[in-house]
């Protein structure tokens, strides 16, 4: 069983710079795929970014040379810088952790933070 807890959401102007942090329980962390989503009201959830138990890290094209996915293992922790942030950025995101890679490249994962709100003003 792996629990999920974000924080580092808030609201910030467009072009300005949040980092989440997702702690996660369990002493087999180094070992799952940790990735980030988010959902606007209205809208699908969304893959924002992965990285496997490698380091291998994968960006949905929106974020892309804005946002970096990192983890640190030895601190069970995931983290997600985003920089240059647009109003279209305004989203609940949660932190996701799946022992396959190829399940949160599928939209879906094992186990799910509570989220936290990212809100960009322009």
């Known amino acids: 069983q792996v629990q999920l807890v974000e924080s580092g959401g808030g609201l910030v102007q467009a072009g300005g710079s949040l980092r989440l942090s997702c702690a996660a329980s369990?002493?087999?962390?180094?070992?799952?795929?940790m990735g980030w989503f988010r959902q606007a009201p209205g809208k699908e959830r969304e893959l924002v970014a992965y990285?496997?138990?490698?380091?291998?890290?994968y960006y949905a094209d929106s974020v892309k040379g804005r946002f970096t996915i990192s983890r640190a293992n030895a601190k069970n922790m995931v983290y997600l810088q985003m920089n240059s942030l647009k109003p279209e950025d305004t989203a609940v995101y949660y932190c996701?952790?799946?022992?396959?890679?190829?399940?949160?490249?599928?939209?879906?994962?094992?186990?799910w933070g509570q989220g936290t709100q990212v809100t960009v003003s322009s």
């Open positions: 990285i496997s138990s490698g380091g291998s890290t």
């Open positions: 369990g002493r087999t962390f180094s070992s799952y795929a």
């Open positions: 996701a952790a799946s022992r396959l890679l190829v399940t949160l490249a599928r939209l879906s994962s094992d186990y």
